[in-house]
Structure formats: structure tokens, C-alpha cells
């Protein structure tokens, strides 16, 4: 099972910009599928964006189409989500997570779908 961290998170006014990034070890990260979710207080994790295994699709929710982009970088074993336009609507836990089954060619947006997580990193957009 690949083990994932994510680093980047913090606190930052309304219109700023971060870049997320998770980090990834144990099985062949360049296998799977790598989405970001993300989780505010009282409310469910939602899906963000995700990357397919060799970076040939990219799928982003509606709230942050044009706003965030997700990339990989197969040969450091991380993929790196940048936030930009960033509003107090996307404050929340990110979360970044591995896809269960190897070389799917659909990014799944359900969380039972992924079974690696990592631990989470906040995200605090003030107004």
C-alpha cells in the first residue's frame, strides 16, 4: 500500500495562492490514479481534482475549474496541487489519496474508490 503525505498547506487572504504537494512511498506510485479531497468542518469530503496514473487526464470539480490545476511528477513520487484565486469557500482539510486499482483509465471522484490516504493539510483562506 502506497503511503502519502501532504505538505503545503496554510493560512492566506482571499485571491492569494498555494501549492499543495503529496508525497508518496511504498508501491509503484506511478501505478495509480492520485486524487485530492478536501473536508471542512461539519461537512463531507468532497473530491477536488484528480490525475491519472500517467498524467494523460486530469479532472477538476466544478467550485475549482480555472482556479486549481493538478500535475505529477512520476519520477519524484509527487503530485502537486496549485490553488490559485483562492476564496473562503476552499478553506478545509486537503487531503490526497490513491486510487485502489492500478492503470485506470477514469479518475474516480468517490472516496471509496481510493484506499491510500494521507494524513491532511489545512487550508485557511481569510476574507
Known amino acids: 500500500q502506497v503511503q502519502l503525505v501532504e505538505s503545503g498547506g496554510g493560512l492566506v487572504q482571499a485571491g492569494g495562492s498555494l501549492r499543495l504537494s503529496c508525497a508518496a512511498s511504498?508501491?509503484?506510485?506511478?501505478?495509480?490514479?492520485i486524487g485530492w479531497f478536501r473536508q471542512a468542518p461539519g461537512k463531507e469530503r468532497e473530491f477536488v481534482a484528480g490525475?491519472?496514473?500517467?498524467?494523460?487526464?486530469?479532472y477538476l470539480a466544478g467550485s475549482v475549474k480555472g482556479r486549481f490545476t493538478i500535475s505529477r511528477d512520476n519520477a519524484k513520487n509527487t503530485v502537486y496541487l496549485q490553488m490559485n484565486s483562492l476564496k473562503p469557500e476552499d478553506t478545509a482539510v486537503y487531503y490526497c489519496?490513491?486510487?485502489?486499482?492500478?492503470?485506470?483509465?477514469?479518475?474516480?471522484?468517490?472516496?471509496?474508490?481510493?484506499?491510500?490516504w494521507g494524513q491532511g493539510t489545512q487550508v485557511t483562506v481569510s476574507s
Open positions: 489519496a490513491a486510487e485502489t486499482k492500478s492503470f485506470k483509465s477514469i479518475v474516480a471522484v468517490t472516496t471509496t474508490s481510493y484506499n491510500s
Open positions: 511504498g508501491r509503484t506510485f506511478s501505478m495509480y490514479n
Open positions: 490525475i491519472s496514473w500517467n498524467s494523460g487526464i486530469t
